[in-house]
T-cell receptor, first 118, second 109 residues
Framework: SAVISQKPSRDICQRGTSLTIQCQVD?????MFWYRQQPGQSLTLIAT?????????ESGFVIDKFPISRPNLTFSTLTVSNMSPEDSSIYLC???????????????FGSGTQLSVL | QKEVEQDPGPLSVPEGAIVSLNCTYS??????FMWYRQYSRKGPELLMY????GNKEDGRFTAQVDKSSKYISLFIRDSQPSDSATYLC?????????FGAGTTVTVRA
């Protein structure tokens, strides 16, 4: 399984500001995924980040709000822009561990970023 | 209707008891069935993975899948306080993974 380092682990931010979350993997992976975990709710996929192409966003998530970078096969960032209290959540980076790297196989997660927006 | 339904609990059991966790799903195309364990302030950790109906054991953990009923279970035998965590089921297929909301389990010493 991949070792995934995510930072910051937590942050408290002011409304209207932006926060960039970093995700580093100890091996090269084709696809990296960003999830949001709100209290009492299931993990929700925000977007899939492929190296060398634009991220693919799920319904309800847009690039202007959650810009993603994927400069190489071991690193990705997610920015939460123009934050509001509704963005308070845990944000998780993950990579696929299956043979095909597809999203339907095993996922391994970073330790998450606990974001609180005041 | 949610694709994956999971009783959020919370569930509190004495040490040594059997913990039983369940999820139901609606999409018969789902092929992969997983259970994750998430400790407080940590990311989910893959616990069990299977792609077929039946039982799979790993130490004190047993994952059970019934595709005909669209029902999966996780059993934890001889539960320990260190098993206290949130358990999430995850079901995938057709290039999509859907998670349950998680069941919070507390094992009392």
């Amino acid at each position: 399984s991949a070792v995934i380092s995510q930072k910051p682990s937590r942050d408290i931010c002011q409304r209207g500001t932006s926060l960039t979350i970093q995700c580093q993997v100890d091996s090269q992976v084709t696809m990296m995924f960003w999830y949001r975990q709100q209290p009492g709710q299931s993990l929700t996929l925000i977007a899939t980040a492929n190296q060398g192409s634009e991220a693919t966003y799920e319904s309800g998530f847009v690039i202007d709000k959650f810009p993603i970078s994927r400069p190489n096969l071991t690193f990705s960032t997610l920015t939460v822009s123009n934050m509001s209290p509704e963005d308070s959540s845990i944000y998780l980076c993950s990579v696929a561990g299956g043979s095909s790297g597809a999203t339907n196989e095993k996922l391994f997660f970073g330790s998450g970023t606990q974001l609180s927006v005041l | 209707q949610k694709e994956v339904e999971q009783d959020p609990g919370p569930l509190s059991v004495p040490e040594g008891a059997i913990v039983s966790l369940n999820c139901t799903y609606s999409n018969s195309a789902f092929q992969y069935f997983m259970w994750y364990r998430q400790y407080s302030r940590k990311g989910p950790e893959l616990l069990m993975y299977t792609y077929s109906s039946g039982n799979k054991e790993d130490g004190r953990f047993t994952a059970q899948v019934d595709k005909s009923s669209k029902y999966i279970s996780l059993f934890i035998r001889d539960s320990q306080p260190s098993d206290s965590a949130t358990y999430l089921c995850a079901i995938g297929g057709d290039y999509k993974l859907s998670f349950g909301a998680g069941t919070t389990v507390t094992v009392r010493a």
